[in-house]
């Protein structure tokens, strides 16, 4: 594993640095620098951000545990299923379910992070409790989605990952889900 992770992230580099070298001799047939991040690195970073817990108004909490990403490209965003568990007062015992969301991303400079944003809660599913504690999970799961996603940073630009754009004069731009991974656009700084 470590070895494939250099191998990587030399490629990564060297993708870049040949990017960077062929915009600066002005080649017209590259349209857009990028840089793409794959599904199992961003995989890899956000297992690190879960398992999480979701307080429910002190009726009880759930325990999100880590996501399984998938890409989107159709539709811009990504898709995450977790495995959930919901335990409290309320319920008199631990009940386990799937819980399903669809989110963008956007680029946060101040801290060079992708980050998931405009999340959409799927389905909250828990076949041991009776359909009416679920749908009341279920009303209450846009905020629960929020809360429980807001912000979770999925990957993280670092200084070398775009030394080349920078002395360009480039930043990064509009993240854009392919069936490669996410792909951060370079553009010109204001």
Same mark, same amino acid.
């Given at each position: /594993?470590?070895? +494939?992770?250099? %191998? &990587? ?8 640095? $040949? ?17 793409? #991040?794959? &599904?199992?690195?961003?995989?890899? /970073?956000?297992?690190? *951000?879960?398992?999480?817990? #979701?307080? #429910?108004?002190?009726? %009880? ?12 490209p159709e539709v811009n965003r990504l898709g995450a299923?977790?495995?959930? !568990? ?5 319920? +008199? *015992?631990? @009940?386990?379910?799937?819980?399903? #969301?669809?989110?963008? &991303?956007r680029y946060e400079a101040s801290d060079r992070t &992708? ?5 959409? $809660?799927?389905? $909250? !599913? ?9 749908e009341l999970l279920n009303a209450y799961g846009p ?11 999925? @990957? ?9 754009? !920078?002395? $360009? ?10 069936? +490669? ?10």
């Open positions: /594993m470590p070895h +494939r992770r250099q %191998f &990587l992230t030399a490629a990564v580099h060297r993708s870049i640095a $040949l990017a960077g070298i062929a915009l600066f001799m002005g080649c017209g047939a590259l349209a857009q620098p990028s840089y793409t #991040v794959p &599904l199992a690195q961003l995989q890899e /970073m956000v297992a690190a *951000r879960f398992p999480r817990n #979701v307080p #429910v108004q002190g009726l %009880f909490d759930l325990t999100l545990q880590a996501p399984q990403l998938r890409l989107l299923t977790m495995a959930v !568990d919901a335990a409290g007062v309320a319920l +008199r *015992r631990s @009940h386990s379910g799937t819980f399903d #969301v669809e989110f963008a &991303l &992708l980050r998931a944003h405009q999340i959409r $809660l799927g389905r $909250l !599913d828990f076949p041991t409790l009776k359909p009416a504690v679920t905020v629960l989605a929020e809360q429980a996603l807001r912000e979770v940073t999925l @990957h993280q630009l670092r200084p070398q990952d775009t030394a080349v754009f !920078d002395g $360009l004069g480039l930043q990064p731009g509009p993240v854009t889900v392919t069936a +490669r991974g996410l792909e951060v656009a370079f553009v010109r700084k204001p």
